[in-house]
């Protein structure tokens, strides 16, 4: 019944590893995005996709790179993970790309890294 | 640029007690939404309410309610009579028509505590 779920929802790791988070919705919407949460509890978007195109692409370090194989998935690839990439992300879900439509969260993938 | 404040970071009530949520915004954009977004202590966002540019009516849904003010650029939020289940951090964000996607912009949040 889970209408946007991610996993895994608690990753720890080393510094300098590579890993992957997904996330997966069911509400049939063709827009998903990429948050981050920091310790500070601030959020910002990351990345958009809409009907798998790459619509919002915010400044994020190249080690980002999101994957959206079908417009109910979004999967988060991070490259040589770094201390301040421990956070929590979030992924979310919208009925297109207008500002009216609410997004739906997931929730969360509380990232560390050691 | 579109930007988002909510100057309370913390805020401790006893039960029962109201307590508001102050939200300003600045955005140069004519058509804009705002939204309050609840994050409970199990972590995950919950959509709580929508407003567009064009409808300053205020809302009101059980004990939540909702001031918009465009003078001011201003979307309050009050929880009257609170209980211990309404302790979360609650966020305020903006979303401006014209900007790429739907790009949500958050503000910092406010912690709200409902003490017994």
């Known amino acids: 019944d889970t209408a946007v779920s991610q996993t895994p929802k608690y990753l720890v790791t080393q510094m300098g590893n590579d890993k992957s988070i997904k996330c997966e919705q069911n509400l049939g919407h063709d827009t998903m995005y990429w948050y981050k949460q920091d310790s500070k509890k601030f959020l910002k978007i990351m990345f958009s996709?809409?009907?798998?195109?790459?619509?919002i692409n915010e400044t994020v370090p190249n080690r980002f790179s999101p994957k959206s194989p079908d417009k109910a998935h979004l999967n988060l690839h991070i490259n040589s993970l770094e201390l301040g990439d421990s956070a929590v992300y979030f992924c979310a879900s919208s009925h297109g790309t207008s500002a009216y439509n609410e997004q739906f969260f997931g929730p969360g993938t509380r990232l560390t890294v050691l | 640029a579109q930007k988002v404040t909510q100057a309370q970071t913390e805020i401790s009530v006893v039960e029962k007690e109201d307590v508001t949520l102050d939200c300003v915004y600045e955005t140069r954009d004519t058509t804009y939404y705002l939204f309050w977004y609840k994050q409970p202590p199990s972590g995950e966002l919950v959509f709580l309410i929508r407003r567009n540019s064009f409808d300053e009516q205020n809302e009101i849904s059980g004990r939540y309610s909702w001031n918009f003010q465009k003078s001011t650029s201003s979307f309050n939020f009050t929880i009257t009579a609170s209980q211990v289940v309404d302790s979360a951090v609650y966020f305020c964000?903006?979303?401006?028509?014209?900007?790429?996607?739907?790009?949500?912009?958050f503000g910092g949040g406010t912690r709200v505590l409902v003490k017994p």
């Open positions: 996709y809409n009907n798998k195109e790459l619509i």
């Open positions: 964000a903006l979303s401006e028509a014209a900007a790429a996607g739907n790009k949500l912009t």
